[in-house]
Nanobody
């Protein structure tokens, strides 16, 4: 079993910053891909960013490129999403996810999910 726990969400003003964390336990992740997805009310889950654990290769959605940065800490099995210049359109529940094999931007291909953390950006 793999457990993923997100933290770091909250209320911020437009233009502000947050850093989300996702701590993984139960398995090693040397061959895994881990990613961030978000879901706003009435919308389907949307890809935000992903990272291949072994190589550190990153992928970022065009909607957040230049504002969000994904990273990892191998020793702590923790993934981060640094979110800068936040916009009201970024308001959503943010989920971390992991899988040994995925299609990077497709939520259905990730096997393990955290419980989500709310990010609300006020205008």
């Amino acid at each position: 079993q793999v457990q993923l726990v997100e933290s770091g969400g909250g209320l911020v003003q437009a233009g502000g910053s947050l850093r989300l964390s996702c701590a993984a336990s139960g398995r090693t992740f040397s061959t895994y891909t881990m990613g961030w997805f978000r879901q706003a009310p009435g919308k389907e889950r949307e890809f935000v960013a992903a990272i291949r654990w072994s190589s550190g290769r990153t992928y970022t959605a065009e909607s957040v490129k230049g504002r969000f940065t994904i990273s990892r800490d191998n020793a702590q099995n923790t993934m981060y999403l640094q979110m800068n210049t936040l916009k009201p359109e970024d308001t959503a529940v943010y989920y971390c996810a992991a899988s040994p094999e995925v299609t990077i931007t497709t939520a259905a291909t990730y096997d393990y999910w955290g419980q989500g953390t709310q990010v609300t950006v006020s205008s």
